[in-house]
C-alpha cells in the first residue's frame, strides 16, 4: 500500500475510532461547566451501546437502535440528575452507583435475553448508516471524510453547534456561569436546578449516542463490559481539551488517533498498552501545567478542582 | 442512648439491602427461576458447608482491603477512587518480591513481598496526593487518570519484560515460600484474610484512639475547621491517600500471593469499586467495613453456586451493587431519626 493510502485508512480510523469519545466529551463538558464531575459517561455509553444492539436486533433499524440508545443514555442522565440534585446523593458516589448499574444490567440482560456470555453478534443486527459524500469519493485521502457513520457527522456538527450555544446564547452563558458562580446565576433569577437537570440528561443522550456508535457504528455486536473505559477517555479529553467544544474535539481526534495507532500497529506485535496509556498521562500533564500557568486566577478551577 | 444510635447506623444499610433484594426478584422472574429458589441457593451457597463459608471469606478478603482504603480516605474527605491502579501496582511488586528474590526463607519473603506491595500502593497514591494537596486538582479525576495508567502499565509489564510461561498476559509464579498459607489445599482462603483483619483493628485504632485518626476525621467534617485547628491540611491529605495507597496494595499482595500465586493482567473484577460499597455499608467505620466485606462476599460465594444451579446469572450482583450504592449515596432518602438531636454533617 503507498504512503497516501495509509494516511487516507488512518484517518478514517481516527474519525472512526473519535466519535463515541467526542459525544461522551461533549456531555462531560457541559457537566463539569454548569459544576458537576460527571463521572457516570462510562455508564451511560454502557447503556447505549447495548440498547443499540438490542434495538437494532428486533426491529432491524439502525436508526431506531441509535434513538433508543440515546432515550436511555437520557433516562440514566435523569436518574443521576436526580439522585444528585434532589437526593442529595454525592455526585462522584452516585457516579460510581450509575457505572456499576449500567455494567451489572447490560451484562445480566445479555445473559439473560440472549443466553451469551462475552460477546453478542448477529446478521440480524443493522448498522448505523453511511453517509457517503459523493464530491470527495473522488479526491485521495479527503476520501476519507466520506462514507462514515451518520453519528461521525452528527458529533462534529454538534461540536460547532455547542460551541455557538456556550459562547453566543444566554442559556450557555448561564451553563458556563453556574459551575463558576453560582450563586450570581440565582440571583440573577435563573433556575439553575433546572438548568442542570437538562445539562445532565442531555449528557446521558450524548454519551448513549457515543455508545450507540461504538457497538453500531465500529461494529455490530455488543460485548459485555464493550466501552471498557471509553467515559473517562472522553472525561479525559474534556480536561485535556480545556472544557471548550473545539478543545474537546481536537483532543478526541488525537486519543482516537492513538486508538487507530494501536490497532495498526499491533498487527506489527508492537505492546499496545504504552499508545493506550498515553490519552491518561496527557491529561495528568496538562492539568499540572494549566494549575501552573494560570495559578492565582479564575481559570483554576477549570483544571479539576471540585466543581462544587 | 447507645442502642439508639446503632440502630440509626444499621437502619438504613439493611433497608437497603431489603429494597435491593427486591429489586432482584423482578429482575429473576424473567429467567423463569423462582425467585425464593434463586435467593435460597444463593443464602446455601455462601453458608450452606465450610467449604462454601470458606469461598465467602476468601470472596470477602479483596473487599475488606479496598473497603478499608476507600473508608480511611473517604472519612478525612479524600474520594480515593484510585484504589483499583493502587492494588495493581502492590499486586505487580509482590509479585516481583516473590518471583525473583525466591532465595529467602519464608519468614524474609513473606514480610517483604507484602510490604514492597504496600509500599508501591502507597507510593502510587502519593502522585494524586501531591497533585491535590499542593496544586489543588481534584483527586477523584487524578486518581481515575492513575487508575488506567496503571491497569495498562502492570499489564504491559506482565505481557513482555516479565512475561512467564503462559499464553496469557501473566508473570511466573511465585516462591513457594512466598505464598500465603491456606486453610485447606482446595480453598482460595489463606492468612491474608487474617492480615486484613488485623489492619481493620489497626484502624480503628488509629482513627479513634489517636490524635492523626481524630485530626483525619475533622478533616473530612470540616476542612477549614480542622485547619483552624491547626493541621496541616497539605501534608495530611498526603500522609492519608499514601496510607490508603498502601491498604489498597496489600489487597492486591493478597490476591498474588494466595489466590492466583502469580499477576496475572486484569486480574481484578473492579476490586476497587466493590470496595467503596463495602465502605459506604460499612459507614466508614473499619468493624463496618469488615461486616459489609463479608456481606459482599457472601453474595459472590453464593451468587457461583446460583449460576451454577439455577438459571440466574451472578451477574445479577453487580446490578444489585449498583442500587445499593445508589440508595446508600442518597442523603435525602430513607432517613432514619430515633430520637431528635441536632443535624450533623457526615
Do not use: C
Request: glycine share 12%; no cysteine.
Amino acid at each position: 500500500m503507498n504512503a497516501l493510502g495509509v494516511v487516507e485508512m488512518m484517518l478514517a480510523a481516527t474519525l472512526r475510532m473519535s466519535a463515541p469519545i467526542i459525544l461522551a466529551g461533549l456531555g462531560g463538558l457541559l457537566s463539569f461547566r454548569i459544576g458537576m464531575l460527571n463521572i457516570a459517561l462510562e455508564g451511560m455509553m454502557l447503556i447505549g451501546s447495548f440498547t443499540a444492539v438490542l434495538v437494532s436486533y428486533f426491529t432491524g433499524s439502525g436508526y431506531l437502535g441509535m434513538l433508543a440508545a440515546g432515550f436511555l443514555g437520557g433516562v440514566l442522565g435523569y436518574l443521576f440528575a436526580l439522585f444528585n440534585l434532589k437526593f442529595k446523593a454525592h455526585n462522584i458516589i452516585a457516579g460510581v452507583a450509575v457505572n456499576t448499574l449500567a455494567l451489572g444490567l447490560t451484562t445480566y440482560f445479555l445473559r439473560t435475553f440472549f443466553g451469551v456470555r462475552g460477546a453478542f453478534s448477529s446478521p440480524k443486527i443493522a448498522g448505523l448508516p453511511v453517509f457517503r459524500l459523493p464530491g470527495l469519493e473522488a479526491v485521495p485521502v479527503l476520501r476519507a471524510f466520506s462514507g462514515q457513520s451518520v453519528l461521525v457527522y452528527v458529533s462534529i456538527s454538534l461540536v460547532l453547534l455547542l460551541h455557538y450555544i456556550l459562547y453566543q446564547t444566554p442559556a450557555g452563558l448561564r451553563i458556563r456561569a453556574g459551575g463558576r458562580h453560582p450563586m450570581a446565576v440565582v440571583t440573577a433569577g435563573v433556575n439553575l436546578e433546572r438548568l442542570k437537570y437538562i445539562v445532565l440528561i442531555a449528557s446521558g443522550v450524548l454519551s448513549g449516542l457515543g455508545g450507540a456508535h461504538l457497538s453500531l457504528g465500529q461494529l455490530t455486536m455488543f460485548s459485555e463490559n464493550m466501552t471498557n473505559g471509553r467515559g473517562f477517555i472522553a472525561m479525559a479529553a474534556t480536561i485535556f481539551g480545556q472544557n471548550t467544544p473545539l478543545g474537546t474535539l481536537g483532543a478526541s481526534l488525537v486519543f482516537g488517533f492513538a486508538d487507530a495507532l494501536t490497532m495498526r500497529l499491533q498487527t506489527y506485535n508492537f505492546p499496545p498498552f504504552l499508545i493506550q496509556m498515553g490519552p491518561y498521562v496527557l491529561t495528568l500533564v496538562t492539568l499540572v501545567l494549566v494549575v501552573q500557568s494560570t495559578a492565582g486566577r479564575g481559570r483554576t478551577r477549570l483544571a479539576g478542582r471540585l466543581p462544587q | 442512648m447507645r442502642l439508639f444510635q446503632l440502630l440509626e447506623a444499621v437502619a438504613k444499610p439493611v433497608l437497603t439491602i431489603l429494597i435491593a433484594l427486591a429489586v432482584g426478584t423482578i429482575l429473576i422472574l424473567p429467567t423463569g427461576t423462582h425467585p425464593l429458589e434463586a435467593y435460597e441457593t444463593l443464602f446455601m451457597g455462601a453458608f450452606g458447608s465450610w467449604n462454601n463459608f470458606f469461598t465467602t471469606l476468601a470472596r470477602a478478603t479483596p473487599l475488606l482491603f479496598t473497603g478499608l482504603a476507600a473508608a480511611f480516605a473517604f472519612q478525612g474527605g479524600v474520594f480515593n477512587i484510585g484504589a483499583e491502579g493502587q492494588l495493581y501496582l502492590g499486586a505487580m511488586a509482590a509479585a516481583l518480591v516473590g518471583i525473583y528474590a525466591a532465595a529467602w526463607p519464608w519468614f524474609v519473603l513473606q514480610p517483604a513481598a507484602l510490604l514492597a506491595a504496600a509500599v508501591a500502593g502507597g507510593l502510587w497514591s502519593l502522585v494524586p496526593g501531591y497533585m491535590k494537596a499542593r496544586l489543588g486538582i481534584n483527586e477523584v479525576i487524578s486518581t481515575i487518570m492513575m487508575n488506567n495508567i496503571a491497569t495498562l502499565f502492570t499489564a504491559y509489564l506482565a505481557t513482555y519484560p516479565f512475561k512467564g510461561e503462559l499464553y496469557i498476559g501473566a508473570t511466573y509464579q511465585v516462591a513457594p515460600a512466598a505464598r500465603l498459607w491456606h486453610i485447606t489445599p482446595r480453598s482460595a482462603l489463606n492468612s491474608g484474610f487474617l492480615i486484613g483483619i488485623i489492619v481493620a483493628l489497626i484502624l480503628y485504632y488509629v482513627l479513634y484512639r489517636t490524635a492523626f485518626g481524630y485530626e483525619v476525621r475533622a478533616l473530612g467534617i470540616n476542612q477549614q475547621f480542622a485547619q483552624y485547628m491547626g493541621v496541616d491540611v497539605a501534608r495530611r491529605t498526603i500522609l492519608l491517600l499514601f496510607i490508603s495507597g498502601m491498604i489498597a496494595g496489600l489487597g492486591g499482595a493478597e490476591q498474588v500471593l494466595g489466590v492466583h500465586l502469580r499477576f496475572i493482567s486484569n486480574f481484578s473484577p473492579g476490586y476497587a469499586f466493590t470496595g467503596i460499597t463495602v465502605a459506604l455499608l460499612g459507614r466508614l467505620h473499619p468493624l463496618g467495613v469488615l461486616i459489609g466485606a463479608l456481606f459482599f462476599g457472601a453474595l459472590e460465594a453464593g451468587a457461583l453456586q446460583m449460576e451454577t444451579l439455577t438459571n440466574v446469572s451472578r451477574d445479577l450482583l453487580t446490578g444489585l451493587q449498583g442500587i445499593i450504592i445508589l440508595l446508600l449515596a442518597a442523603e435525602m432518602l430513607l432517613k432514619f431519626k430515633f430520637r431528635t438531636r441536632e443535624a450533623r454533617p457526615e
